[in-house]
């Protein structure tokens, strides 16, 4: 299960030094937490995230704001700070050179046989990323998942 640390608590140094040293292996209670996240996802779409968004991130959304429309995308983009955006830019073209060279090729080749063998790489049909912190900004989150996804197709 999540757990919750509140740097204004008087207990927060302790909690924070207990988290970083506890065990990170594989839980039975994580997988189980993930399976309830994405039952419910499947079961109930957008109503089950914008549930979890509050739950988790503490963030109200609706179903109309759920999706950022290309005109909040521009705007932002307009207000952005020009070396914040070089330098996210920088990063995005970084990442995407590298997965770019990660990217296998299809192998095909006949064996002695005269058998045609091989292996063809394809990309997944869709994807879906989540970026935590309904109040924070993780922008090295999205361009380290999104980039590899747009290299993959």
């Given at each position: 299960?999540p757990?919750?640390?509140?740097a204004?608590?008087?207990?927060?140094e302790a909690?924070?030094?207990?988290f970083?040293?506890?065990k990170?292996?594989?839980?039975?209670?994580?997988?189980?937490a993930?399976?309830?996240?994405i039952?419910?996802?499947?079961?109930?779409?957008?109503?089950?995230l914008?549930?979890?968004?509050?739950k988790f991130d503490?963030?109200?959304?609706?179903?109309?704001t759920l999706?950022?429309s290309?005109?909040?995308?521009?705007a932002a983009?307009?207000?952005?700070?020009?070396?914040?955006v070089?330098?996210?830019?920088?990063a995005h073209?970084?990442?995407?050179?590298?997965h770019?060279?990660?990217r296998?090729?299809?192998?095909v080749y006949?064996?002695?046989?005269?058998?045609?063998?091989g292996a063809?790489?394809?990309a997944?049909?869709?994807v879906?990323?989540?970026?935590p912190?309904?109040r924070?900004?993780?922008p090295?989150s999205?361009l380290?998942?999104?980039?590899p996804?747009?290299?993959?197709?």
């Open positions: 299960m757990t919750r640390l509140d204004s608590h008087a207990t927060f909690q924070f030094r207990a970083l040293g506890a990170r292996e594989a839980s039975v209670e994580v997988d189980e993930v399976r309830e996240i039952a419910r996802v499947r079961a109930d779409g957008d109503a089950a914008i549930a979890m968004t509050e503490r963030v109200s959304l609706t179903a109309e999706r950022v290309d005109e909040e995308v521009e983009a307009r207000e952005a700070d020009a070396d914040v070089a330098a996210l830019t920088f073209d970084r990442i995407r050179r590298h770019e060279r990660q296998p090729s299809d192998d006949t064996d002695d046989t005269g058998t045609t063998l063809r790489w394809t997944v049909e869709a879906g990323l989540y970026v912190g309904g924070a900004s993780y090295s999205v380290m998942n999104a980039a996804a747009q290299v993959a197709g």
